[in-house]
């Protein structure tokens, strides 16, 4: 175990720079954006922009990676990324920001998915929960490191901008000066909507309609903090506070749908989200600590929903399936995160900034409503042949890739040989 951890060690010091850049880009434009005073639709289409660059690059950039390998490729897509946000810092255009945020959720995609088949490879069956754990770990400490860094520096110089740069060029170096032999081909996932549906309508639907809320939040919880009167340290600790309430709360969450009707969770956890993100459109509140609590709140219970929702829906499939349809369910989750930004923006410009909260909500009481019908049509597995939940980032942090999503994957025991005790596996 310690010399399986040790081989990923450099890869996952490059990591954690990685996701540092996107946290502190990822929050950086919509801030910046907001005191240039572009119009919130338009910085909800930051998000739209990059949750759609991502999406493809989860289609395309398998093949480009066998086409070129995987060092040439990660050094190609990392550059890219590195590039784009010192750019950014030069050019201050709106419509150059969408445009460049959309290649830049392409490179992540891509460079995402090199580190997560390269932890694949060094992964057996006794290291793959360490190492999932590890790595999940270590992209929510580089998200919120990087969000943290916003009060450091005025945001209106383009010095946070070339810090991006910085942390993206660090992050290159570990894949890029290994010696260590390329892992196996990049592996696409389709995705098959029917078949989705069928496997489970709620986590189909619920995940989607997850995207959608994480979406608009993820991209547009700067601006609404700006909006109600925040200030950029502010801004940064609410943002950073509800990844790591979200964190804190899928084991508790996780555990209790491992115990009773993950509906059952999936529909208590969206009421809670409905209702923080009510209160705060009804009650304005004008305590910054008060606000930022109920925000946490929202977080803690919000980013808890997509993998209870994962959860059920491999609980209905076979375990030859599970990266299918875990894969299918991330670029199910991606869609929805194109939506929900692009939604998000104009009620908010319309209503107000706080009015972020009443898409959320709706999507929130969309989910409850429906997995208590489905609750009602179909009965769970019982307990003892459900499969255990597994941790996953989301909402304000980066997408897991199909590749990412493998290091999940169950182990099944080994097949009896010809001739023992037949043996039921499930």
Not at 239 to 245: E, L, R, V, Y
Not at 310 to 326: I, L, P, Q, T, Y
Not at 408 to 414: F, I, K, N, S, Y
């Amino acid at each position: 175990m310690k010399r399986n951890l040790l081989s990923v060690a450099a890869l996952l010091f490059g990591t954690l720079f990685l996701f540092m850049g996107n946290g502190l880009q990822g929050i950086l434009l919509p801030v910046r954006g907001n005191l240039e005073g572009y119009h919130t639709t338009t910085l909800g289409l930051l998000g739209t922009s990059w949750a759609t660059g991502f999406v493809v690059g989860c289609l395309v950039a398998p093949k480009m990676v066998r086409r070129v390998g995987h060092v040439r490729a990660f050094s190609g897509f990392i550059s890219i990324i590195a590039i784009i946000a010192l750019v950014s810092g030069i050019i201050i255009d709106p419509i150059w920001w969408v445009v460049l945020r959309a290649v830049t959720g392409f490179s992540t995609a891509g460079t995402s998915m090199i580190i997560e088949s390269w932890l694949n490879e060094r992964a057996t069956n006794e290291s793959r929960g360490a190492i999932f754990s590890l790595y999940i770990g270590i992209t929510l400490l580089g998200v919120v490191a990087g969000q943290m860094m916003i009060p450091l520096q005025d945001v209106r110089t383009p010095v946070l901008f070339m810090v991006c740069g910085i942390f993206y060029c660090i992050a290159m170096l570990p894949t890029t000066l290994s010696t260590a032999a390329s892992p196996q081909p990049l592996k696409a996932v389709k995705l098959d909507l029917p078949a989705l549906y069928r496997n489970s309508p709620v986590s189909c639907l619920g995940i989607l309609l997850v995207g959608i809320a994480n979406g608009a939040y993820g991209t547009l919880g700067a601006v609404f903090g700006a909006g109600a009167g925040l200030s950029d340290t502010s801004i940064a600790v609410m943002m950073s506070s509800t990844i790591f309430a979200g964190a804190l709360m899928q084991l508790p969450a996780g555990r209790l749908s491992d115990r009773i009707d993950r509906r059952y969770v999936l529909a208590a956890m969206s009421a809670i989200a409905a209702l923080a993100g009510l209160l705060i459109v009804v009650l304005h509140p004008s305590s910054p600590a008060f606000l930022i609590g109920l925000v946490i709140l929202y977080g803690a219970v919000a980013n808890t929903l997509y993998p209870v929702a994962v959860a059920h829906a491999n609980d209905f499939a076979s375990s030859e399936d599970f990266v299918k349809v875990s894969g299918g369910l991330l670029l199910l989750y991606g869609i929805g995160t194109v939506i929900g930004p692009t939604i998000g923006g104009p009620v908010m410009s319309i209503v107000s900034p706080h009015a972020l909260f009443l898409v959320t909500a709706l999507a929130h009481v969309l989910i409850t409503a429906y997995a208590i019908i489905r609750s009602r049509v179909r009965a769970p597995v019982p307990v003892g042949e459900r499969e255990a939940y597994t941790t996953i980032p989301t909402g304000t942090s980066p997408m897991l890739t199909p590749e990412g999503m493998s290091l999940a994957e169950r182990t099944l025991p080994t097949p009896p040989e010809s001739g023992d005790p037949e043996v039921k596996y499930g």
